[in-house]
């Protein structure tokens, strides 16, 4: 979290977050980046929903929910976004 200084605003609150390539990861991978983005300090991370890939070539698009599911049991501060 970075804090910067505008004119009279004492601070600014500025939050950077990380994206999670449901097209381009299997669940298990999804999982250990979102640790190793809570480790970095990124405060949330946004994740892609889909029922079905639109490619063949993208064929991992997990069941969200349960991706979700197992980031927040490893992970203690970041926020998900979806």
Same mark, same amino acid.
């Given at each position: 979290?970075?804090?910067?200084k *505008?004119?009279? @605003?004492d601070? =600014? ?12 990861h299997?669940?298990? =991978?999804?999982?250990? $980046?979102a &640790? *190793?983005? =809570? &480790?970095a300090n $990124?405060?949330f991370?946004? %994740? ?8 063949d070539?993208q064929g &991992?698009s997990? $069941? @969200?929910?349960?991706?979700i599911?197992?980031?927040? &049991?490893?992970t203690?501060? %970041?926020?998900? @976004?979806?």
């Amino acid at each position: 979290m970075a804090h910067v200084k *505008l004119g009279n @605003v004492d601070s =600014e609150k500025i939050e950077i977050g990380y994206s999670l390539m449901s097209e381009e990861h299997v669940p298990i =991978e999804l999982v250990k $980046f979102a &640790q *190793l983005a =809570e &480790q970095a300090n $990124f405060t949330f991370a946004t %994740i892609s929903d889909h029922y079905h890939p639109w490619l063949d070539a993208q064929g &991992q698009s997990p $069941f @969200v929910w349960s991706t979700i599911g197992a980031i927040s &049991q490893v992970t203690k501060k %970041i926020g998900c @976004v979806f």
